[in-house]
Structure formats: structure tokens, C-alpha cells
């Protein structure tokens, strides 16, 4: 059964770096594609970006300046940076793995880590 | 990016009837005779779950009152008959096109 979980910090200040771990279970990193996506309060779903099978990355645009995913092999996981944060990046973040030929959708996901922005 | 409006933001079902769900993007998500639409359903503090891919097909495990039709435009999402277990929010989410965005969601209550 592949399984990811999500963790870090859930308080950041702002201006300053959130920082999450994806560790996945069951699968490897090294096929397939491994997604963020964060819910805001609100409920609205944005798609963050991914890291794919052989490394490459892919980032939502509006996020482009502020985020980085990467990962290590070795312990068969990924991690999301996002920089200068502000409170409007309090959400609950959750990683997926991208499902399909081309990870067309998200077929598996982490629980989900809330991340607060605040002083 | 592609907007992605569904329709009605909630609803409300007696147990038993058909629930009917909308979603509109704001240009085609058809490409190689695809549709790049996709469901999902979310319950309080559970992360979300894939219900239809490609707009009709169903994911493995998932009960077959659910379905999922539309092209181009247009997706609906079906749940008949609604059960209990039923209460959540759904949302469609497209991959047509970068960025990938999802729908602002639909709750489903029972009447």
C-alpha cells in the first residue's frame, strides 16, 4: 500500500521559510510524479508544483519566485520550500502522487500538515 | 489559467435520490480525444480522495453509484443513490492545461 505523510513545523512568522517533508511509503520517488497542493481556510485547492521521476520540477507560476521541491532518494523523500511567507499562506498542505500516464490527477495523498503564518 | 466554476456551492438530498453536480471550466479541457476532468471527494479533516478520472472513469474501489460524464466545458458528477456516507465536499480539477486547478467545490448535506 503506498502511503505519504507530511510533516514540519506548524508555525512559521512571516517573511520567513516553510519547510515540509513528503515521506512516501510503498513506492519510490524515483517513478512517477510527486505533487504539493494546499487548501486554503475556505476551502479553495491551489496545485503547487511537482518533482518527477528523474528529478525535474515543475511550479505553479503565481508561486514561482518563493517555492522549491527536491528530494532525496536515499530516504525516498521530497520536501517543499516555500520563501517570504505571508498570512495568506496558512492552509493545510497536503503531497500527492500524480496518477495516470502523465499525472493527470492525484491518486494518493498525505494526510495533510496545517501550516499557520503568524508572529 | 482555466476557471473552473461548479454549480450549486451546496445541495441538499434525501437519502435515496439523485445528487447531480456541475463543473464548467472556462475552455475546453479536451485534448487527444480526453478529457482531462477529474473528481474528487473530500470529509472533514481526511485528505482528498479521486473518485473519476478522464471524466467517466471510475477509480479503483469506489462504488458505482458514483459517475462522471461531460466533454469540452462541461462535467457532472452523479451520485445515485446518495447515501449517508455520502456527506463531503467534491471538487473537479483539470490537467488539460498548466497550471492544473481545481473548482471551488460543492458540499453535499442530506435533507
Known amino acids: 500500500e503506498v502511503q505519504l505523510q507530511e510533516s514540519g513545523p506548524s508555525l512559521v512568522k512571516p517573511s520567513q521559510t516553510l519547510s515540509l517533508t513528503c515521506s512516501v511509503t510503498?513506492?519510490?520517488?524515483?517513478?512517477?510524479?510527486w505533487n504539493w497542493i494546499r487548501k486554503f481556510p475556505g476551502n479553495k485547492l491551489e496545485y503547487m508544483g511537482y518533482?518527477?521521476?528523474?528529478?525535474?520540477?515543475y511550479y505553479n507560476p503565481s508561486l514561482k519566485s518563493r517555492i522549491s521541491i527536491t528530494r532525496d532518494t536515499s530516504k525516498n523523500q521530497n520536501y517543499l520550500q516555500l520563501n517570504s511567507v505571508t498570512t495568506e499562506d496558512t492552509a493545510t498542505y497536503y503531497c500527492?502522487?500524480?496518477?495516470?500516464?502523465?499525472?493527470?490527477?492525484?491518486?494518493?495523498w498525505g494526510a495533510g500538515t496545517t501550516v499557520t503564518v503568524s508572529s | 489559467d482555466i476557471v473552473l466554476t461548479q454549480s450549486p456551492a451546496s445541495l441538499a438530498v434525501s437519502l435515496g435520490q439523485r445528487a447531480t453536480i456541475s463543473c464548467r471550466a472556462s475552455?475546453?479541457?479536451?485534448?487527444?480525444?480526453?478529457?482531462?476532468m477529474h473528481w474528487y471527494q473530500q470529509k472533514p479533516g481526511q485528505p482528498p480522495k479521486l473518485l473519476i478520472y478522464?471524466?467517466?472513469n471510475l477509480e479503483s474501489g469506489i462504488p458505482a453509484r458514483f459517475s462522471g460524464s461531460g466533454s469540452r466545458t462541461d462535467f457532472t458528477l452523479t451520485i445515485n443513490p446518495v447515501e449517508a456516507d455520502d456527506v463531503a465536499t467534491y471538487y473537479c480539477?483539470?490537467?488539460?492545461?498548466?497550471?492544473?486547478?481545481f473548482g471551488g467545490g460543492t458540499k453535499l448535506e442530506i435533507k
Open positions: 510503498g513506492d519510490s520517488i524515483t517513478s512517477g510524479y
Open positions: 500527492a502522487r500524480g496518477g495516470g500516464y502523465f499525472h493527470w490527477y492525484f491518486d494518493v
Open positions: 518533482i518527477s521521476y528523474s528529478g525535474g520540477t
Open positions: 475552455e475546453s479541457v479536451d485534448s487527444y480525444g480526453n478529457s482531462f
Open positions: 480539477q483539470q490537467s488539460n492545461e498548466d497550471p492544473y486547478t
Open positions: 478522464r471524466a467517466s
